[in-house]
């Protein structure tokens, strides 16, 4: 399969590297300097033992011309999605498939802009990584890959999942994306939100009791909210659930972490903001978690404030 794999951050460079073992991959991104170093020294991934593995999938600036994919896999920060797909209207083919596995929810009505929505697969990973200073990425988390159809085109995401599944990222095509997406949500909107305002790893919030609280606090909220949008989770295995990760991956820096530590702007209005929009859509209460946007965006302030 031709897989396009849309932004080089540490999810896409992660991706690139592990299909890059059995699938045509190129790199799509803005950055001249990153599109030249993938191509002279390949992706390195560290795993969490130590072991380096290189890949080399190809790489290009968007905007250059290049040939459709089957299939483009979209990793780009949420407000640069239209952006980024605008400027590499070239991989869309008559039959590409667009998968989305960004945080958060909303990101088919970007999508469906650019194909039908048919053609539109939506996605979440257990998987996480970050971005070393020599340019590794450090793979700090895995687990299973979801994804479906958000009309019922079943097939599509089955195929999807066997090509991931020879590249060896374990895959599952769901019937029930919107569970799914509700499902991931739950760990981004508690313990990724939370690293990123503490500025620590994932075990930080799992390890320290206060912390630890405030975590159960915003799952329980955010299972209000999915309840009243007819998705219906027991709010403890929720709670259980993201105790698993964070355990399994201590090291780990979310991405909202990873950008605050680096003044970059947050997916924060695409994650705990779209909890805080399905809650005033239902009427239903969600004070912890527009407390958490306010406060990641008050550190986006402070980081433009001190310049950082």
Same mark, same amino acid.
């Given at each position: 399969? $031709?897989?396009?794999?849309?932004?080089?951050?540490?999810?896409?460079?992660?991706?690139?590297?592990?299909?890059?073992?059995?699938? @045509?991959?190129?790199?799509?991104?803005?950055?001249?300097?990153?599109?030249?170093?993938?191509?002279?020294? !390949?992706?390195?991934?560290?795993?969490?033992?130590?072991?380096?593995?290189?890949?080399?999938?190809?790489?290009?600036?968007?905007?250059?011309? #290049?040939?459709?994919?089957?299939?483009?896999?979209? +990793?780009?920060?949420?407000?640069?999605?239209?952006?980024?797909?605008?400027?590499?209207?070239?991989?869309?083919?008559?039959?590409?498939?667009?998968?989305?596995?960004?945080? !958060?929810? !909303?990101?088919?009505?970007?999508?469906?802009? +650019?194909? &039908?929505?048919? $053609?539109?697969?939506?996605?979440?990973?257990?998987?996480?990584?970050?971005?070393?200073? @020599?340019?590794?990425?450090?793979?700090?988390?895995? !687990?299973?890959?979801?994804?479906?159809?958000?009309?019922?085109?079943?097939?599509?995401?089955?195929?999807?999942?066997?090509?991931?599944?020879?590249?060896?990222?374990?895959?599952?095509?769901?019937?029930?994306?919107?569970?799914? %997406?509700?499902?991931?949500?739950?760990?981004?909107?508690?313990?990724?939100?939370?690293?990123?305002?503490?500025?620590? &790893?994932?075990?930080?919030?799992?390890?320290?009791?206060?912390?630890?609280?405030?975590?159960?606090?915003? #799952?329980?909220?955010?299972?209000?909210?999915?309840?009243? @949008?007819?998705?219906?989770? @027991?709010?403890? =295995?929720?709670?259980?659930?993201?105790?698993?990760?964070?355990?399994?991956?201590?090291?780990? %820096?979310?991405?909202?972490?990873?950008?605050?530590?680096?003044?970059?702007?947050?997916?924060?209005?695409? %994650?705990?903001?779209?909890?805080?929009?399905?809650?005033? $859509?239902?009427? #239903?209460?969600?004070?912890?978690?527009?407390?958490?946007?306010?406060?990641?965006?008050?550190? =986006?302030?402070?980081?433009?404030?001190?310049?950082?």
């Amino acid at each position: 399969m $031709r897989i396009a794999v849309l932004g080089g951050g540490a999810m896409g460079m992660l991706y690139a590297s592990m299909l890059a073992s059995c699938h @045509d991959v190129v790199v799509m991104d803005r950055n001249a300097a990153k599109v030249e170093a993938i191509k002279s020294r !390949g992706i390195t991934l560290e795993e969490q033992d130590g072991t380096l593995v290189t890949a080399h999938p190809g790489a290009a600036q968007m905007g250059e011309p #290049v040939k459709p994919a089957d299939l483009v896999l979209v +990793f780009v920060k949420a407000m640069g999605t239209r952006e980024a797909l605008e400027k590499c209207r070239a991989l869309i083919g008559e039959h590409t498939l667009l998968l989305t596995l960004q945080n !958060g929810g !909303g990101h088919e009505d970007v999508l469906s802009q +650019f194909v &039908p929505m048919q $053609r539109i697969l939506l996605g979440t990973t257990q998987h996480n990584a970050s971005v070393r200073e @020599d340019g590794r990425v450090f793979h700090g988390g895995s !687990g299973q890959t979801v994804i479906g159809s958000p009309v019922g085109e079943h097939e599509q995401a089955e195929k999807v999942a066997i090509a991931f599944e020879a590249a060896g990222i374990c895959t599952v095509a769901s019937r029930n994306v919107r569970e799914t %997406i509700w499902r991931k949500l739950m760990t981004n909107v508690s313990l990724s939100a939370l690293t990123g305002v503490f500025q620590m &790893p994932m075990g930080f919030v799992s390890d320290s009791a206060s912390a630890w609280r405030l975590c159960e606090m915003l #799952v329980r909220e955010a299972c209000a909210v999915a309840a009243a @949008d007819g998705v219906v989770f @027991d709010p403890q =295995e929720k709670i259980e659930e993201v105790h698993q990760v964070a355990v399994k991956g201590p090291r780990g %820096i979310t991405s909202i972490c990873a950008d605050l530590m680096h003044g970059r702007m947050t997916e924060v209005d695409t %994650i705990s903001g779209s909890v805080v929009r399905a809650a005033a $859509r239902l009427h #239903v209460p969600a004070p912890h978690h527009e407390m958490m946007v306010l406060l990641i965006h008050a550190m =986006e302030d402070k980081n433009r404030e001190t310049g950082k």
